[in-house]
């Protein structure tokens, strides 16, 4: 089965950075589109992120464009999410996942990926 796990969540002051990362399964991860979404409480989960099987293409939810950058280092099966200048609104669990198909380009839905990491916390106090 694969496994997904996210790290660098944490508590935070408004107007601070993160960089989330995720670790994939190291004989397929370079095979996959990868993505990043969200949940806030009391909030359905939300596309942010994603970046293609190669790095060459990344897309963004128009509500974090210019502040969140979406990276991949395929050599050792790793998903970046930089995150500046946080805000409250940003305070969520955020999730990597692989996308369902090999190689391509996953639309922004969470129907286009099949596997799920169980999140890492990040919480920005103003």
């Known amino acids: 089965q694969v496994q997904l796990k996210e790290s660098g969540g944490g508590l935070v002051q408004a107007g601070d950075s993160l960089r989330l990362s995720c670790v994939g399964p190291r004989r397929t991860f370079s095979d996959y589109a990868m993505g990043w979404f969200r949940q806030a409480p009391g909030k359905e989960r939300e596309f942010v992120a994603a970046?293609?099987?190669?790095?060459?293409?990344?897309f963004y939810a128009d509500s974090v464009k210019g502040r969140f950058t979406v990276s991949r280092d395929n050599a050792k099966s790793r998903l970046f999410l930089q995150i500046d200048t946080l805000t409250p609104d940003d305070t969520a669990v955020y999730y990597c996942a692989q996308a369902k198909l090999p190689f391509g380009r996953p639309g922004p839905s969470d129907v286009a990926f099949g596997t799920w990491g169980q999140g890492t916390q990040v919480t920005v106090s103003s």
């Open positions: 970046i293609t099987w190669n790095g060459d293409d990344q």
